[in-house]
């Protein structure tokens, strides 16, 4: 795998998004636990772990050949999406690095292909 950001909509690396896949337990950082209380949509309820599938990586970034980090986005309520920032998990414990919400409605429609890799 070449380092660099990747994105869903013009793919990932093969492999790459089932590293978050399955039950983790979540550890927040400091940055985490405070955005969770000051995000423009409201106060973000933070849990101790959670169910991830694939389909919930929407970008994955590589370093010296190796999936570290990903942004997984996944249904919060009837408005909002949560996406988190998870470090590769180990042993199934991630690192939150941070969290913010997206309303279901935003769509990224103008993503900047030029920020990303295509596998």
Do not use: C, I
């Amino acid at each position: 795998m070449l380092d660099g950001k990747y994105h869903k909509q013009l793919g990932l690396p093969k492999g790459s998004a089932e590293l978050w896949s399955g039950r983790l337990q979540l550890r927040y950082g400091n940055h985490a636990q405070s955005e969770a209380d000051v995000d423009r949509y409201g106060r973000a309820e933070l849990f101790g772990e959670a169910e991830f599938e694939a389909a919930d990586v929407v970008e994955v970034e590589v370093a010296q050949g190796q999936p570290v980090k990903a942004v997984l986005r996944f249904p919060y309520d009837d408005d909002k999406d949560l996406v988190m920032v998870l470090q590769r998990p180990e042993r199934s414990v991630s690192f939150v690095r941070t969290v913010w919400f997206n309303l279901v409605s935003d769509k990224h429609r103008s993503l900047d292909h030029s920020k990303y890799r295509k596998p």
